[in-house]
């Protein structure tokens, strides 16, 4: 037996040694032909006579818009004289499109907005732009670089409190079918344009509504474009141009009330356990063993690989070859918040309160968790897995909210939605990679599931890592070229749709 042992050995190095090689081969294959998901579409042009320029008129409008303090506060609490003063400073605005008779305007729960553009063509489907009215309140003012309600131009940039949450895109589609209109052109594709007032605070009283309405109307709508995920400069590693990302999904949510009642009593005569305590420790097994990691399983691969052909050598060997490559990656994903969002189902615990008093034994320990659920995970599922690494019946848990991940749109060069998106995106940022992903945060596209299986989010125009903090934060703003962005980005979109949804693109030369 010994005698063999040499030869055993050398058996195993040469079959790893082939196995190595075998693999070495394939990825530099994959590296080397793995394909290409983007395309060169006609570049739009501050030249073309369809170019929509940020002028002293435009700007004057969006900076009125920032003017008005929508704010919402919350479910059902917000500044209704200020939602009443922008609805009429949007009718007094764009006076082509409300007197146009192509045009049906209704106010819907009392505040937001459905514009109908009647197209010429009834045999197309309709599709849908979508905004809000509403923003977040003001935090530190005092270290605000401009008034945060003042809209006020400074250093190229536009600040104030909805500049890129959303008035940018409230503003920039209207600017953009005012100017459709008033070259005389009639849309060949049905559109609407949806506002909410409210969704801040979840939009129960303006998107939900809007929905309802069409739902009643028996619509169905081709594709909803509403506020998302932006175009990143600097924003993901290994990719050194513009990043278009496109949330085809969002996470859901499951917010529980963990909850512990034990005997109370003096602090001088504890018992082995309290309340507190075996609270705790269920809060720490939770932390202690974190929902499985789902990397590969949903759009957060296809995010690497759609710009795989475009990444520096390392990373895209990574991203050629996720099939060898992803428990690595999700490994990696795992390591930072701001990734880890991205791979799992996330658990955070947001409050923690017991005790009455300094010497006195609590009989009760309540915890809140919040979970944001992976669009391939479900809320039985995080239940479920909650239970069992808690382990303990008298940790009681109780459902506080909850709303499941919504369905994936559909994405990649057999959508012919999504690839009229990418090639919009592209005419505007013809440098820019477009690529899917998944939204971590909640938009008003839940309130219209039920209107259309192709639903996308993004906002079209750049962030950098430090402007990431704006975001609900102190200085809010956006750039005077991005806003003109905007405006271009929504009139293209509205002039590809003109045509049937067969990956074909609109051209400068196709004048109105």
Known sequence: ????????????????????????????????????????????????????????????????????????????????????????????????????PMVRRDVVGNYSLLYRVEGSDASLQPYMLASHLDVVPITEEANWEAPPF???????????????????????????????????????????????????????????????????????????????????????????????????????????????????????????????????????????????????????????????????????????????????VAYVYSRKPQTNAFARTTTALTRFNAGVKDNVISPEAVAVIDHRIHPMSSVEEVMEFDRKVINDPRVKLNVINNRPPSPTSPYGKDSPTYMMLQETIQQIYPDALVTPTFMVANTDTRHYLNLSSAIYRFNPYVMTPSDLPRFHGVNERISVQNYERVMNFYYHLIVNMDKPLELKRHGHEDEL
Not at 157 to 168: C, E, F, M, P, W
Not at 232 to 249: C, E, I
């Open 1 to 100: 037996m010994w005698a063999n042992l040499p030869r055993v050995l050398t058996l195993v190095v040469r079959g790893f040694a082939l196995t190595l090689a075998v693999l070495t081969a394939v990825v530099v294959i994959r590296t080397v032909t793995f394909p290409s998901y983007q395309t060169s579409p006609p570049e739009c042009k501050t030249t073309d006579p369809d170019f929509i320029p940020a002028d002293k008129e435009r700007l004057a409008r969006f900076t009125s818009a920032i003017q008005f303090q929508t704010v919402s506060y919350e479910r059902g609490v917000g500044t209704p004289q200020e939602l009443a003063k922008i609805v009429q400073f949007i009718q007094e605005s764009f006076p082509t499109i409300h007197g146009s």
């Open 150 to 328: 003042s809209g006020q131009l400074k250093d190229g940039h536009i600040y104030g409190r909805g500049t890129i949450d959303a008035k940018h895109s409230l503003m920039g589609s209207l600017e953009a079918l005012e100017f459709l209109l008033s070259r005389g052109h009639q849309p060949k594709r049905t559109l609407y344009l949806a506002f909410g007032h409210d969704e801040e605070t979840g939009g129960h009283f303006g998107a939900k509504v809007i929905g309802d309405v069409l739902t009643q109307r028996g619509e169905k709508i081709a594709f909803i474009l509403d506020e998302g995920s932006p175009v990143g400069d600097g924003l993901a590693p290994g990719v050194s141009k513009l990043l278009a990302l496109v949330s085809v999904a969002e996470k859901g949510f499951l917010q529980l009330r963990l909850v512990v009642n034990e005997e109370g009593g003096h602090a001088s005569m504890p018992r082995s356990e309290s309340a507190i305590g075996i609270l705790s420790k269920a809060i720490s097994k939770l932390e202690d063993n974190p929902h499985p990691n789902m990397f590969g399983t949903g759009p957060e691969a296809r995010m690497m690989e759609y710009v795989a052909t475009e990444m520096t050598l390392p990373y895209r060997i990574l991203a050629s070859n996720l099939w060898l490559f992803s428990p690595l």
